[in-house]
């Protein structure tokens, strides 16, 4: 009789974002939009094979911010489509047996959004306390010493009523009032809308931004250097972020909002995954819940500024694994819309060998688009900059992770139609070999290495929900592991170093090959003395072991 617990789709399922805006173009505007995620689809789930995808914002927007400044939480952009096509989009990935995530920007609206117009016309409009008020400081200036994450002050006087207005992010993304209970109504109405539209989950934008300190006091300075493993937020990091962000009152919204996906779940699990950028992993941990009653998962961001080495990796691994409460479900991110390409922060080997280890670690992988052809961080001429935040702050830009898709070799890299006279963004200068035709046809592509390992994890028990156990005796450049279910167990040996080291394990036996990065190795290894080349991972399944 089977042991194996029942694991839902968004546990066992990986994940890849898509950038609308970058990700396929089907009017020749040279912006991507969501007829041109319809058209790919097909890749997605028979080419790579992954089993959802996440949107990031589509909805109507004045772009301040790419789409992370919503105007109407229920539409979508005329840029990407209408909300037809979005229904024939959730239909169409359906039909293939994938999941859709949205994105929900909860924590701040448009400027532009009828609300905030609303609340800045007058005091007393009932819309006022939709937003985040505030009279002067007592020095005069703004009420408190908050700054906004993209630079400055996080307060906007408002000449024509007289007070301030927070906004955490640009002063075109006002932060709404979560502690107004009809800004939650509101918001919950958004989320309703697009679970009867069929979607199958959110990822909650900034999601422990929603709760402040509700008597607004100034942040402490940033003594320390702080051991922050995230990049560098330039004057940001001058402070700790104590009080303008994750109010424990947090958690009493995600419990209201994982009553409401619950509601929603009876055909088939919905999930809810916060963007939570906290490196404290027990403070992290509290946004799953108590009782596993509020966010199935947030984000684990660690990986991404991890300095790439076998004893650091494998700590973040076991301080997930130490921090998660029981029954809680770990995940991986190891590139996104907001930070350098992997490939350009890990060079191509260890684009390859960061795969195998996104793929095989035990919890749920998010992919993003591009990452699987090796797409690398685009440098932008300083006329072509995009996002405002490289425009506040230089060197924070982040057009260069946004750059549009390499489909093929061909005029605009197939993103756009070939007479389209401008793309949004540059394509990359090396996109006529790094693109997915032409991986298609070479053997031991990084696409080709993706395809083989979405494959052996689908096909693998012990991968998609087996034990996590690491194994001690290898050299100290050496990340070695075991995933097991069921019986089955699965050993992957992953070599940081630029020469050959051997993982000798005494008593062990024989193992079946089922992958290597390097794309030309499979089956028998004796893994009592089990060598792996330069930059080499593998995974293998146990034969007979100790
Ligand atoms: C996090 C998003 O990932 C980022 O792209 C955006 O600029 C901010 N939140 C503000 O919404």
Known sequence: ??????????????????????????TGNGVGDLRGVIDKLDYLSETLGVDAIWLSPFYPSPMADFGYDVADYTDVHPLFG???????????????????????????????????????????????????????????????????????????WDEATGQYYLHSFLKEQPDLNWRNPAVQAAMFDAVRFWLERGVDGFRIDVAHFIMKDPAMRDNPPNREHWRDLHKPLGDYDSQLHQYDKGHPDVHAVYRALRRLLDEHSADRPRVSIGEIHIFDWDVWATYYGAGLDELHMPFNFQLLGVPWAAPAIRQIVEAQEAALPPGAWPNYVLGNHDETRLATRLGPAGARLAAMLLLTLRGTPTLYYGDEIGMTEVPIPPERQQDPWGRRVPGLGRDGCRTPMQWDPGPQAGFSPPDTPALWLPLAD??????????????????NLYRRLLAVRRATPALQWGRYRPVDDAPSDCYVYVREADGQRVLVALNLAAEERTVSLPGWGLGDVLLSTHLDRLGEADLSRLRLRPHEGICCLVIDDE
């Open 1 to 26: 009789m089977s042991t194996t617990p029942a694991h839902l789709w968004w546990q066992t399922g990986v994940i890849y974002q898509i950038y609308p805006r970058s990700f396929q173009d089907s």
């Open 82 to 156: 209408d909300l037809t096509v979005f229904d024939e989009l959730v239909a169409q990935t359906h039909q293939r047996g994938l999941r859709v995530i949205i994105d929900l920007v909860p924590n701040h609206s448009s400027d532009q959004h009828p609300w905030f117009i609303e609340s800045r016309s007058s005091r007393d409009n009932p819309r006022r306390d939709w937003y985040v008020w505030a009279n002067p400081g007592s020095a005069g200036g703004p009420p408190n010493n908050w700054l906004s994450v993209f630079g400055g002050p996080a307060w906007e």
């Open 430 to 447: 090396d996109y006529r070999q790094v693109n997915v035709a032409h991986e298609l046809q070479a053997p031991t592509s990084l696409l």
